[in-house]
């Protein structure tokens, strides 16, 4: 990992709630270095699918709000309004929380030229081609509009658990990318071209972390303390061979390794931050990191450190 990744933060937690960390490296090298600290804001790009919109959608669910089997256009009427086929207006909840809506799994909708507002009305009234089921920042971007109409709220004003944030400290925040559209190295601003035409905050991408906070909700998914039981019990149902609601369920060479359960489930984030959870074996586990400092432009070793911290971790956990 010497010399690939800036910095990196390690953390364990068991179900009963003892954790041990590890912060290594830099939080920046450009355009002078930043040493990475305990505390540090990591951008956790696709972290936000499952720490924020699944488990707020979830809790809209809960309320009685909305049934996963919802069509979008009940609550989203515009969806696809007036097109011929409008095929949007009639993917579920469910499909867009498991990826299995058969939307694009991205489109460079920072170049469209737009504001805020008017992206988020294009993204109701694109005329989406549906077509086999792929891993969708797009499902996601709709499910962030969703939860903004229903609370009436923009995202960033969402009440978030202590160590989340959509707005961090840029002292204290890892750097990410030297972005060739922004014209500078992003600190403490999403790195997620789309998330920040969306406003800085969207529901595939936007959310910052320090690992003691992805730790508090890894362990709150370990001990199923986040939702309802039977809120947890929906997420757990599997929707694909490789998906459950939101979170990648184990399967062969996932990015949790080869020794975990067969009910474990995690998730990674493009800026290089990923978080599992092994329930029948009593931990969870996160690695964060800003790989893509200063550019994403090269080798990524993520894919295989991610399997080898895994195993590691496995090979040596006793559950108590």
């Known amino acids: 990992m010497a010399g690939r990744v800036p910095g990196a933060a390690l953390g364990v937690v068991?179900?009963?709630?003892?954790?041990?960390?590890?912060?290594?490296?830099?939080?920046?090298?450009?355009?002078?270095?930043?040493?990475?600290?305990?505390?540090?804001?990591?951008?956790?790009?696709?972290?936000?699918?499952?720490?924020?919109?699944l488990p707020e959608v979830m809790k809209l669910v809960e309320e009685g709000r909305v049934d996963l089997d919802d069509p979008l256009k009940q609550h989203l009427p515009e969806a696809g309004w007036l097109q011929e086929d409008p095929a949007l207006g009639r993917v579920t909840i469910r499909q867009l929380l498991a990826h299995q809506a058969g939307l694009p799994a991205w489109v460079p909708l920072y170049t469209w030229g737009c504001d805020a507002a008017t992206l988020k009305a294009r993204l109701l009234q694109e005329h989406w081609q549906l077509g086999r089921p792929v891993y969708s920042d797009v499902g996601f971007m709709l499910l962030g509009i969703l939860l903004e109409r229903l609370r009436e709220l923009e995202l960033k004003a969402f009440e978030l658990p202590a160590g989340l944030t959509f707005q961090p400290d840029p002292v204290r925040t890892a750097a990410t990318e030297r972005c060739p559209w922004r014209g500078r190295v992003l600190v403490g601003e999403v790195h997620d071209e789309n998330a920040h035409a969306l406003g800085g905050a969207a529901g595939h991408a936007g959310l910052f972390g320090t690992l003691d906070g992805v730790l508090d909700r890894a362990h709150a998914w370990l001990t199923e303390t986040e939702l309802s039981p039977a809120a947890h019990a929906a997420v757990r149902e599997p929707q694909s061979e490789e998906r459950l609601l939101g979170w990648v369920r184990r399967h062969p060479g996932w990015s949790g390794g080869r020794l975990t359960s067969p009910a474990a489930y995690g998730h990674t984030g493009f800026t290089g931050t990923g978080v599992w959870i092994d329930p029948e074996r009593g931990y969870a586990w996160a690695l964060l990191t800003n790989r893509v400092h200063p550019s994403r432009h090269r080798e990524n070793p993520l894919p295989e450190l991610r399997r080898r911290v895994a195993d590691a971790l496995a090979a040596e956990w006793r559950k108590p």
């Not at 290594?24 to 720490?51: C, H, I, N, Y």
């Open 14 to 53: 068991s179900a009963s709630g003892e954790r041990a960390t590890l912060h290594l490296g830099q939080a920046q090298l450009e355009p002078e270095a930043r040493p990475l600290e305990a505390g540090t804001w990591f951008d956790l790009a696709s972290l936000t699918k499952v720490l924020f919109t």
